[in-house]
């Protein structure tokens, strides 16, 4: 019998998961950084990550990526504060929980990672 619970040292979100793409937006990144004092201590939500998945805690990073119709947008690390493991309304495993983001990525190191750490075509810079 095999475990149906996935170890992830990434967080990726879509930003209906809980991306906060109003804040995090690459071109507004790469015209004027963004950096950690204008996210500030804001702990952040995600919800509805399918299937029953476990993240690398607080005190160890995860990476924060941006999924973006499928792509990958890598911007930095992310410190896990909560999850959730529980069936949804139609009786699916999904995963929910908050986190605080710990780093972010200059513009120019935030694309070379992204198109190096990537799974192959992933990369947003594709």
């Known amino acids: 019998m095999g475990s149906m619970i996935e170890i992830n040292d990434t967080l990726q ?9 109003d804040l995090l937006d690459i071109e507004r990144h790469r015209a004027n950084p963004i950096t950690l004092d204008d996210v500030g201590d804001r702990i952040f939500s995600f919800a509805a990550k399918p299937n029953a998945r476990m993240f690398q805690i607080d005190p160890v990073r995860v990476y924060y990526v941006h999924n973006i ?20 309304d139609a009786g699916q ?28 075509g992933l990369s947003y810079f594709e």
């Open 13 to 21: 979100l879509t930003t209906e998961q809980g991306f906060p793409a």
């Open 69 to 88: 119709d499928g792509k990958w947008l890598v911007w930095g690390h992310a410190m896990i504060q909560t999850e959730t493991v529980r069936k949804d």
């Open 93 to 120: 495993w999904v995963t929910d929980g908050t986190y605080r983001i710990s780093q972010l990525y200059a513009p120019d190191y935030q694309e070379l990672f992204t198109r190096n750490e990537c799974p192959p």
